[in-house]
């Protein structure tokens, strides 16, 4: 039985962390016709700080103090630089240039690019059945940049879509770096990682001559939400439903719920119509992560047995 309700617990904290991911492409999209996307990045990391500093001295098993070391500064210096600075900079400016469908269902493609980096990083060997996999996702790809005409190849908006897929590889090499990075407790890297990244973001907008000001009422209100449900409280969240759960898989395939969730609130909320080509390609990309996963999992458990 308490294996049961450890179970039940882990779901629903996935859920809840599910559920508020899938509101980011909202978010980002309605906050940035109050704020350009650049200052929402500064004011959004303001409140992800505010709020995980709170998480963290709630949580006597953390200390921040111990953090604040040369070997943690250094490791967080590179992993901050991609996340959250490059990754949200890119992401937001895709989001300013394209619908909020597009740009969220192509920065879901990160899973793709993480398998062909696995390559240099992680030293690992792609199987065949990982390119079928990879090809049937970049249909969904090329099906969604060219608004439902692939045979054409025409990119209506091609700066943009280039950002959503970069965004996707600053994420890949991000998880890669957090994958190596295996002494930190994952709060405290997530921490130590936003407070440097927001340096860098106040580095970036003094460099660039942009002017930082208090924005409107709608534009904190958007940085807060994004703030706390996209860079701080949901990824604590997910951690406690990885912990809880008995098998990180039962709920690591659960966020990719999010994406068709999203598409949900984009409709209601933005008021995008939501094309059938959108949902045409989110399905050829999930489905080619999907297959990934599955082979893999079962190439696996051959070699295991």
């Known amino acids: 039985m308490g ?13 809840v962390a599910i559920f508020f991911w899938s509101t980011m492409s909202s978010a980002f999209k309605i906050s940035l016709r109050y704020i350009q996307f650049d200052l929402l990045l500064f004011w959004s990391a303001i409140f992800g ?3 995980l500093t709170i998480i963290l001295l709630s949580n006597k098993e953390i200390n921040l103090n111990k953090q604040f070391n040369k070997k943690s500064i250094v490791r967080s210096a590179v992993m901050g630089f991609f996340n959250p600075f490059l990754y949200y900079i890119v992401l ?10 597009v740009a969220g269902i192509l920065n879901y493609t990160w899973p793709i690019v993480l398998v062909i980096l696995s390559v240099p990083f992680l030293k690992q060997k792609i ?31 091609p700066w943009g879509v280039f950002l959503a897929l970069l965004s ?13 990075d295996k002494d930190r407790k994952s709060e405290e890297k997530i921490f130590l990682n936003l407070l440097i990244g927001f340096i860098y973001v106040a580095i970036y907008l003094i460099s660039t001559g942009v002017k ?6 709608q534009a904190l209100l958007g ?10 409280i949901s990824f604590v969240i997910w951690l406690n439903a990885l912990k809880y759960s008995s098998n990180t898989a039962k709920v690591s395939n659960l966020v990719y719920l999010s994406p068709f969730v999203a598409l949900f609130w984009i409709r209601l909320t933005v008021g995008e119509e939501i094309h059938l080509y959108t949902v045409i390609g989110l399905v050829f990309i999930i489905g080619g992560i999907f297959l ?14």
């Open 3 to 15: 294996f049961m309700k450890q179970q039940k617990k882990a779901y629903i904290l996935a859920l």
């Open 49 to 51: 700080i505010v709020a």
């Open 92 to 101: 937001l400016k895709a989001y300013s240039l394209l619908e909020a469908q």
């Open 127 to 157: 199987p065949l059945y990982s390119f079928v996999a990879l090809f049937i996702s970049f249909i969904g790809i090329i099906v969604i940049g060219t608004d439902g005409s692939p045979l054409n190849f025409e990119f209506n908006e």
């Open 168 to 180: 996707s590889l600053f994420w890949a090499i991000y998880w890669i770096l957090n994958l190596k």
């Open 212 to 217: 930082i000001t208090i924005p409107s009422w």
């Open 223 to 232: 940085s807060a939400y994004i703030g706390m449900f996209e860079l701080s």
């Open 292 to 305: 990934q996963q599955f082979l893999s999992g079962k190439r696996k458990n051959m070699e295991a047995g």
